[in-house]
């Protein structure tokens, strides 16, 4: 029994093709992961059985204009998470 192929299935696998290209061309990941160490290190716990928005709540204590300033151009503070990631201990 042949397959015989339709004009939406070419146009199916064309369109996937398109996506896979485009997915391929993107940046790789540039933003600084969150390191375990002792300054981080009781916040992966947090994250852990509280989640991430449970250990944001802390980040801005020592993350700020007096301590450790954010570079010119860093979105939204609150969010810390959603784009550093946690490192692998």
């Not at 059985?49 to 300033?69: L, R, S």
């Amino acid at each position: 029994m042949a397959l015989a192929l339709k004009k939406r299935d070419f146009l199916l696998v064309g369109i996937a093709i398109l996506i896979l290209a485009f997915l391929w061309q993107a940046p790789p990941e540039s933003t600084s992961r969150v390191p375990y160490d002792n300054d981080h290190r009781q916040f992966f716990d947090i994250v852990k059985t509280d989640g991430k928005k449970a250990a944001e709540k802390f980040c801005e204590e020592c993350h700020n204009k007096d301590a450790i300033p954010f570079p010119e151009g860093h979105p939204a503070k609150y969010r810390c998470l959603f784009c550093h990631k946690m490192q692998t201990p």
